[in-house]
């Protein structure tokens, strides 16, 4: 379930962060980064805060520099959840921001990335997000799938996964503690046909790889360990 972690350390948001650009695709404002002529694509699906965090956006720009075309929708059509909205609480943002739809919304987002060229996508999603990366995962949408500090994927949801995926946790989780995350291990051991993994990051709170100080070294070291993970799982996998 989600609680306080998926809403602590929430990001100042920035509408002109990045080195990319802002345009419609599949119906939804997306944050574009990278090279447009590239075959292969990355999508970020966002926890909460939506898709105008910084170091998300800063995170895409990383990916794009790969030569990968990079998408950040906004699954959330300009209502990211906000911590100050005492009328709108978690609980309430929730109902009207659920994964189910946020899966139905990434539908017509990849097959426009298909029609213009596109031949394989991979996507990560990080808490909020990792619900409807998993949800793609079950199907032929993505090539491969990262799930950063996964918010309500269960144990059911992954015995449905068809594509390469690699889990990423903290060891400080209340929503998806290690406990939980292990018990993909076997089942993903178990499907020879999908590659995929489980690494506990020690030391570290959920929402570690994008809700983090950038002037504080010790919180940075981890997260940059996870994106470089990320990055490797795309360099394998979607080409």
């Not at 090539?143 to 996964?150: G, S, T």
């Not at 020879?192 to 690494?199: A, D, F, L, N, S």
Request: with cysteine; hydrophobic share 40%; proline share 8%.
């Amino acid at each position: 379930m989600s609680g306080p972690q998926c809403c602590e350390n929430p990001p100042t948001l920035s509408s002109s962060c990045g080195q990319g650009f802002v345009e419609e695709i599949g119906g939804l404002k997306t944050y574009v980064t990278g090279p447009s002529d590239s075959k292969c694509a990355i999508l970020l699906i966002s926890d909460v805060f939506g898709y105008e965090a910084p170091n998300l956006r800063k995170l895409a720009d990383k990916v794009a520099a790969m030569g990968f075309y990079v998408v950040v929708p906004d699954f959330f059509y300009g209502d990211p959840y906000a911590p100050d909205d005492a009328e709108k609480p978690i609980e309430v943002w929730r109902t009207e921001h659920g994964t189910d739809k946020g899966f139905e919304d990434a539908k017509p987002v990849i097959a426009a990335l298909k029609s213009k060229g596109i031949c394989t996508i991979g996507a990560a999603g990080f808490c909020w997000g990792a619900k409807v990366v998993v949800q793609l995962a079950k199907f032929d949408y993505i090539k491969a799938a990262v799930l950063l500090h996964p918010s309500r994927v269960t144990v059911d949801d992954i015995k449905e996964v068809k594509v390469p995926i690699a889990v990423l946790g903290a060891e400080f989780d209340k929503i998806s503690p290690p406990e939980l995350l292990k018990q993909f291990e076997p089942i993903l051991s178990s499907k020879p046909e999908v590659e995929g993994y489980v690494k506990i990051f020690p030391g570290v709170p959920h929402g570690w790889t994008v809700r983090f100080d950038v002037a504080d070294k010790k919180a940075v070291e981890p997260a940059e360990e996870a994106h470089q993970d990320m990055l490797d799982w795309f360099a394998k996998y979607v080409k």
